[in-house]
Structure formats: structure tokens, C-alpha cells
């Protein structure tokens, strides 16, 4: 019989959880919108239209119109 070597942690864990969810869940949409600027976002990840995440922004995002 086979038997496990190491026990899986909470974040191995977890990672397959979340894949499990993602493939079962048909009505559990991967794309949200965002909540500053209403476009796609994943959620749990920084909008990468305009770089806010928790109301903040988090990242610069680089635009055509804005010259650095
Ligand atoms: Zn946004």
C-alpha cells in the first residue's frame, strides 16, 4: 500500500483548493469588475488598468498619454 511521504501544508493545500473551486464553480466568475475604474480585474490581484488594489493605488501603471 502506498503511503505518503510528507504531509502537504496549508499553502499546497490551499493552491489545489483554489483550482478545484475555480473548475467546479460554473457560476463563480474568474473575471470581476474593478471597483475604481469598473474594468476586468481578477479578484484577490492588482487592476492592471489602473493599479488600485484595497482603494489604493498600489502600482504605476504606464499609459500612452502620461510622458515620464
Ligand atoms: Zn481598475
Redesign the pocket.
Known sequence: MALQKRRRGPARTGHQRSAWMRKSGENRPLVQA?P??S?P?IPHRV?M??G?YDGKAVIKVKTADAAE
Open positions: 474593478c475604481n475604474c474594468g480585474r487592476c488598468a489602473c488600485f
